[in-house]
T-cell receptor
Framework: QKEVEQNSGPLSVPEGAIASLNCTYSDRGSQSFFWYRQYSGKSPELIMFIYSNGDKEDGRFTAQLNKASQYVSLLIRDSQPSDSATYLCAVKGYGDYGGSQGNLIFGKGTKLSVKP | DAGITQSPRYKITETGRQVTLMCHQTWSHSYMFWYRQDLGHGLRLIYYSAAADITDKGEVPDGYVVSRSKTENFPLTLESATRSQTSVYFC??????????FGNGTRLTVT
């Protein structure tokens, strides 16, 4: 059973701090890694994706991937109260459910609270 | 407007009734998906479709039926609703290897 693990939180950080969200996955064959943000009562929205080892930066967000450790993280710099949401880590393997699309396995999410 | 829309947003039904959740996308994405989201389980794949007339089971398909006669539509039917199917249902679409785009969700309550 392929699994994606996240701390459920809540993770509480003060405004302006760096929030660090972590995710581990069990399938060494996983190839694509995604972070989604979900506000309460809303649908998930994509923040970032990363395919290669190392860091990928987009504005205040940095995704970090370490395939050897089967670990992916999301850093949010200068955290704002509007960043308060649940962050879902999703991992895609190869061909689990048909062809190259594979199956996206979601973690249960980490709830982030940014305090003013 | 371009995007992915789900209907209804909220639905209350009784045990044993048939209910259909609708999903429509205007991007002409090849892939469409149905997920359910429950506390303690996260998002779980019910069914997916790689193209019109091609559908396949996901992680939790029991009790659900899908069809895809047109690329833009992917309805999900609960043939005989059970209380365990009370959940929030998300439809999503994508092109191959591209990230998913989610609809706004349908909150289904089975009494």
């Amino acid at each position: 059973q392929k699994e994606v693990e996240q701390n459920s939180g809540p993770l509480s950080v003060p405004e302006g701090a760096i929030a660090s969200l972590n995710c581990t996955y069990s399938d060494r064959g996983s190839q694509s890694f995604f972070w989604y943000r979900q506000y309460s009562g809303k649908s998930p929205e994509l923040i970032m994706f990363i395919y290669s080892n190392g860091d990928k930066e987009d504005g205040r967000f940095t995704a970090q991937l370490n395939k050897a450790s089967q670990y992916v993280s999301l850093l949010i710099r200068d955290s704002q109260p509007s960043d308060s949401a649940t962050y879902l880590c999703a991992v895609k393997g190869y061909g689990d459910y048909g062809g190259s699309q594979g199956n996206l396995i979601f973690g249960k999410g980490t709830k982030l609270s940014v305090k003013p | 407007d371009a995007g992915i829309t789900q209907s209804p947003r909220y639905k209350i039904t009784e045990t044993g009734r048939q209910v259909t959740l609708m999903c429509h996308q205007t991007w002409s994405h090849s892939y469409m998906f149905w997920y359910r989201q429950d506390l303690g389980h996260g998002l779980r794949l019910i069914y997916y479709s790689a193209a019109a007339d091609i559908t396949d089971k996901g992680e939790v398909p029991d009790g659900y039926v899908v069809s895809r006669s047109k690329t833009e539509n992917f309805p999900l039917t609960l043939e005989s609703a059970t209380r365990s199917q009370t959940s929030v249902y998300f439809c999503a679409s994508s092109e191959a290897e591209a990230p998913l785009h989610f609809g706004n969700g349908t909150r289904l309550t089975v009494t």
